[in-house]
Each structure stands twice: as C-alpha cells, then as structure tokens.
C-alpha cells in the first residue's frame, strides 16, 4: 500500500500533537511548515497528497500556497483551518469562490480533532465502498440498541449492492432496537435474505443513514453499468433508479445540499436520461407504471422521469437542454424544505390564504437555497423558480404567461402537474393524460408542446 503523504501548514502548533498522534497510526508520512516559505519549500521537493493549510499562514499566504500547489500538484487535497469564522467570510465571499480555488474542505477553529482527522482519512468518501473485499460472513447475529432516526430503511425487493454488502446491514426488531446480519465488507447471499423475507416475514433492511451516501453513490455507478444492457428489464432499471432518487431526496431533506449531492443528482439524471434514450420499451412501461405513493421522494422522481421524456420528445431540445431540466426537475421543490413540516404536508386545497401565500414562496426558497452552488446555472434557478408558472397568467410566483415564461420551466410545471395527478387519482400516466384532456379544465393552462411531447413518449407516435 502506497503511503500518503499530509503537510501540515500551521503557524500555531498548539492543536497539532493530538492529530499528529492519530494520523500516525495511519498510513501516512507527516510533515509540517511553520510559514508559507517552508511550505512551498515542501511542495517544491515532493509530492503531497493532502495539505492542512491554516489560513493565517504568513510569509507566503495561505492562498498564495494554495495557488502554487494547485499550479505544482492539482491531485493534492486541500483542507484549509481557519481562526474564527468572520475572518473566513472576509476573506471567501462565497462557496464558489471556494470551490473555484480547489478548496475541498475547511474547518473554523476550535474543532474537534476527530473531525480534522475523519476528514482526511475521508472516512466519509461517498465511494469508499470500492475499497471493499468480500470476505465469507460468520452468520451472526448481533442485537444492537440505538436510535431508530440514525437507520434508513429500503424495501429488500427493490436493495441490491452486489455480492458484497457495502455496509451494515440490520433488521429491525422493535423500536430502537436491531438485529446486525451482515458487516461491511461480507458477501451477500441472496439466499439469506430470501429466507429472512419467506420465513420471518421480513419486508425492509435497515442501514446506518450515515452510509446513504455510499449507497447512492454504489447504485449510481450500476445504473450507470446498466443503463444500455438489454438483458435487464426496462422495468427493473426503472425501479433501481426511484429507488435510488428517493434515497437521494431523503439525503438532501435529513443533511442538506452540497456540490457532492448536487453531483450524485446529476449523475442519477444521466443515468434516467440514458435509460430513456436506450429503451424502446419505454413506452410500455410509461402506459403501465404506477406509483401512488404520493410522498415527496415519488414526487420528484416521477416530475424529473416525466421532464426528461418530455424533453427527449421535444424538436428544439439539445443536450445542454436536458442537462438543465434533468437537474432543475430533480431539485424543482428543494425549497419546500424552509416551510414547516405541517405545511410540507398539505395539499394546497386544504391549505388557507395564508398558509398558501407562504407555500407559494418554496419557489423562491429554492433558488435562495442553491444561489451559492457552482453547478447550480442561472437557466437551473429558472426552472426552479418558474415551475408554477401557468401559460394562462394563473400560476405563481408572477403570474407570468406565454412566451414571458422559460421554455424549460414550462416542461417541469406539466410533468409537475401530472406527477401530482396520477398520485392524487390513483392512476397511471396514459389513464391521467387522457383524464385530463377530455375534462378540458388544467390542459389550457400548459404548453401544448408539452403536452404532445409527452403523449409521444406514451405512444412513440406523434400527434
């Protein structure tokens, strides 16, 4: 194994002995530089993998060493500490700028040598599971009592991580209580887990929420290894990619957004797009799909998987275009997140004036949320902003019509809308389409465009 090189570049060695004692159980070579000179001296000599760069760093900058690394050695990470966080906001206006000068993460003094430490073992590496061998499992079940909110459930027919269980993995024996069945690392027989579901009646497995992460990241990688064969159902591909999208939505609403969220969204998108792209039995599924589970997670699966056949239907339509709504589409009601949870939970016809005025800000919360997200491009804060926007002048925030609305905004606000309809009716999407064309009484508010779009991706006719 490769030894990792970490440079410690802090003029105050007052916090350094406990991390240097912790990261020299690991793996590493330790180095340290009182000023920027003999860090750059360092960095001009070897090669460094990580280097902890404090912000009050003198004779050459802390950002003058950053620069010079990042123009020496662009592999290197970079965690930078700070003295107090006024003076960090001073000096970053935003977490662009951050991102832009190759900063991974940064941390405001006092902290936790735990937390300097986890971050660079990166023990929190969304792709650590690739570090994974199996190993045979010893079969025993170990009773662990901890708080059901640190667990996360997914249904066994739809979990899949391979042959090697890429974390813990539980069941659930009463409230607060689990039942450890495999540790991270042990291969997976599918065997045990169909005698756990026939015998004792098992429906879900349970993981730390701590590891959602790695399991979003695993299962965009097989969708992605998946997406163009032909020896796996259309449905099944369908299936492994709501769940992950919910597993996604779930992160986002318990942790918050980040860039490295934002990339496991995007990626999800990619991997719907290209199973859309690949699938001429899509339409099929289109016809007989039906998810009523009517929860925010379906919800955004549903709107982005409608978006995107709108978007792959529509003549103008580039690529650039569907990277915009795949990603709008999935992030469309991240704002709902600033609204109380009774308010999250209403359907809007049982809302009053008031609490439907502040629903209607989410538009605005949404934008507000992303504005300082580098991957977050004003055409996907249109989208956001202007998914209730109705080509009739009734929708909201501006009640804006026609042409004045953002063509790709218009396409979310339909699969929006019918994403809505087919959970509150119980229906799926060919029977809800058809419903809703017949009444005559929402389709005047959508572009028609859209409309014939989506019939297209039902039917693989135009109309």
Same mark, same amino acid.
């Given at each position: 194994?490769?030894?990792?090189?970490?440079?410690?570049?802090?003029?105050?060695?007052?916090?350094?002995?406990?991390?240097?004692?912790?990261?020299?159980?690991?793996?590493?070579?330790?180095?340290?530089?009182?000023?920027?000179?003999?860090?750059?001296?360092?960095?001009?000599? &070897?090669?460094?993998?990580?280097?902890?760069?404090?912000?009050?760093?003198?004779?050459?900058?802390?950002?003058?060493?950053?620069?010079?690394?990042?123009?020496? &050695?662009?592999?290197?990470?970079?965690?930078?500490?700070?003295?107090?966080?006024?003076?960090?906001?001073?000096?970053?206006?935003?977490?662009?700028?951050?991102?832009?000068?190759?900063?991974?993460?940064?941390?405001?003094?006092?902290?936790?040598?735990?937390?300097?430490?986890?971050?660079?073992?990166?023990?929190?590496?969304?792709?650590?599971?690739?570090?994974?061998?199996?190993?045979?499992?010893?079969?025993?079940?170990?009773?662990?009592?901890?708080?059901?909110?640190?667990?996360?459930?997914?249904?066994?027919?739809?979990?899949?991580?391979?042959?090697?269980?890429?974390?813990?993995?539980?069941?659930?024996?009463?409230?607060?209580?689990?039942?450890?069945?495999?540790?991270?690392?042990?291969?997976?027989?599918?065997?045990?887990?169909?005698?756990?579901?026939?015998?004792?009646?098992?429906?879900?497995?349970?993981?730390?929420?701590?590891?959602?992460?790695?399991?979003?990241?695993?299962?965009?990688?097989?969708?992605?290894?998946?997406?163009?064969?032909?020896?796996?159902?259309?449905?099944?591909?369908?299936?492994?990619?709501?769940?992950?999208?919910?597993?996604?939505?779930?992160?986002?609403?318990?942790?918050?957004?980040?860039?490295?969220?934002?990339?496991?969204?995007?990626?999800?998108?990619?991997?719907?797009?290209?199973?859309?792209?690949?699938?001429?039995?899509?339409?099929?599924?289109?016809?007989?799909?039906?998810?009523?589970?009517?929860?925010?997670?379906?919800?955004?699966?549903?709107?982005?998987?409608?978006?995107?056949?709108?978007?792959?239907?529509?003549?103008?339509?580039? &690529?650039?275009?569907?990277?915009?709504?795949?990603?709008?589409?999935?992030?469309?009601?991240?704002?709902?997140?600033?609204?109380?949870?009774?308010?999250?939970?209403?359907?809007?016809?049982?809302?009053?004036?008031?609490?439907?005025?502040?629903?209607?800000?989410?538009?605005?919360?949404?934008?507000?949320?992303?504005?300082?997200?580098?991957?977050?491009?004003?055409?996907?804060?249109?989208?956001?902003?202007?998914?209730?926007?109705?080509?009739?002048?009734?929708?909201?925030?501006?009640?804006?019509?026609?042409?004045?609305?953002?063509?790709?905004?218009?396409?979310?606000?339909?699969?929006?809308?019918?994403?809505?309809?087919?959970?509150?009716?119980?229906?799926?999407?060919?029977?809800?389409?058809?419903?809703?064309?017949?009444?005559?009484k929402d389709i005047f508010n959508f572009e028609p465009e859209c409309v014939k779009s989506l019939i297209k991706g039902l039917t693989g006719n135009d109309c």
């Amino acid at each position: 194994m490769d030894i990792k090189k970490i440079l410690i570049c802090d003029p105050d060695n007052g916090w350094e002995s406990q991390i240097l004692k912790s990261l020299g159980e690991q793996a590493f070579e330790l180095l340290t530089a009182r000023s920027g000179k003999e860090a750059q001296d360092i960095i001009y000599s &070897q090669e460094i993998d990580i280097i902890i760069i404090a912000l009050e760093l003198r004779d050459f900058t802390a950002i003058e060493v950053i620069k010079y690394i990042k123009y020496t &050695q662009q592999k290197t990470r970079i965690i930078l500490t700070c003295k107090n966080l006024e003076t960090f906001d001073n000096t970053f206006s935003s977490d662009k700028k951050i991102a832009k000068m190759g900063i991974s993460d940064y941390l405001i003094k006092p902290f936790k040598a735990e937390k300097l430490i986890n971050l660079t073992l990166d023990k929190n590496a969304s792709d650590s599971w690739r570090n994974l061998h199996g190993k045979v499992s010893a079969n025993i079940e170990e009773e662990v009592s901890d708080l059901d909110d640190n667990f996360t459930s997914i249904e066994i027919e739809k979990f899949y991580c391979g042959n090697i269980s890429i974390f813990d993995l539980y069941l659930r024996i009463s409230r607060n209580k689990f039942l450890k069945i495999l540790n991270a690392g042990d291969f997976l027989e599918k065997e045990r887990l169909l005698h756990y579901q026939e015998s004792k009646g098992i429906e879900k497995l349970f993981f730390k929420t701590k590891d959602r992460r790695s399991y979003i990241n695993y299962m965009n990688d097989f969708l992605l290894k998946i997406s163009s064969r032909d020896d796996i159902a259309p449905n099944a591909k369908v299936a492994h990619i709501e769940s992950t999208g919910k597993k996604l939505v779930e992160e986002i609403h318990t942790n918050g957004i980040d860039k490295k969220i934002v990339e496991e969204g995007l990626a999800l998108c990619n991997n719907i797009y290209t199973t859309i792209q690949q699938d001429e039995e899509l339409s099929g599924i289109l016809k007989t799909y039906c998810d009523f589970d009517d929860t925010a997670e379906s919800h955004i699966f549903l709107t982005t998987f409608y978006s995107i056949v709108i978007t792959k239907n529509t003549s103008w339509a580039t &690529q650039r275009s569907l990277e915009i709504i795949s990603l709008g589409a999935f992030l469309h009601d991240i704002g709902k997140i600033k609204l109380s949870a009774t308010l999250r939970n209403k359907k809007t016809f049982e809302m009053d004036s008031e609490q439907l005025k502040e629903y209607q800000k989410h538009c605005f919360y949404g934008v507000d949320i992303l504005k300082n997200n580098p991957l977050i491009t004003e055409p996907i804060s249109q989208v956001i902003y202007q998914h209730h926007e109705l080509i009739s002048g009734t929708g909201f925030p501006n009640k804006l019509t026609g042409s004045r609305i953002y063509p790709l905004a218009k396409i979310v606000c339909f699969a929006d809308f019918m994403a809505h309809y087919c959970a509150l009716h119980r229906l799926p999407l060919q029977s809800a389409i058809t419903e809703v064309i017949s009444q005559k009484k929402d389709i005047f508010n959508f572009e028609p465009e859209c409309v014939k779009s989506l019939i297209k991706g039902l039917t693989g006719n135009d109309c």
